[in-house]
């Protein structure tokens, strides 16, 4: 189990928000429209109701989409669904960063071929 997710869930047991990293792997910090004790109370409340496990959480850092589905499985004291987003779901990878820039290149060069037309 990452060390992270164990942070989390010592934070969930003891009823205390965990650390700064965590808060962000977990999208309690970034969620849209919830503030960070809705969605570390949302996280507790199904993890003490078992509506999801431990290894599901772990498997879930850093995942919006997982934890927002994790969250979401039953009612939650909030009344409302949520979504959550982490600091990681926007980011992307070398690869991926250089494919973008690749094509916004030929984006570029075709417009420019476009204009001198």
């Known amino acids: 189990m990452n060390p992270t997710t164990k942070t989390l869930i010592d ?6 928000i965990p ?6 792997d977990f999208g309690i ?8 004790v809705s969605v570390f109370g949302a996280l507790q ?4 109701r078992e509506m999801f496990t431990n290894n599901e959480l772990d498997e879930a850092l850093g995942n919006g ?6 969250v979401n499985r039953g009612a939650n004291p909030y009344g409302t669904k949520m979504v959550i987003i982490t600091m ?5 990878t070398p690869e991926e960063d250089e494919y973008y820039e690749e094509q916004e290149e030929l984006r570029l060069y075709a417009e420019a071929d476009e204009q001198e037309k």
């Open 11 to 16: 934070g969930i047991y003891m009823d205390i």
């Open 19 to 24: 650390s700064q990293g965590a808060c962000m």
């Open 29 to 36: 910090v970034n969620s849209i429209n919830n503030d960070p």
């Open 45 to 48: 409340w199904g993890l003490k």
């Open 65 to 70: 989409v997982a934890l927002t589905e994790l």
């Open 88 to 92: 990681w779901d926007n980011m992307t």
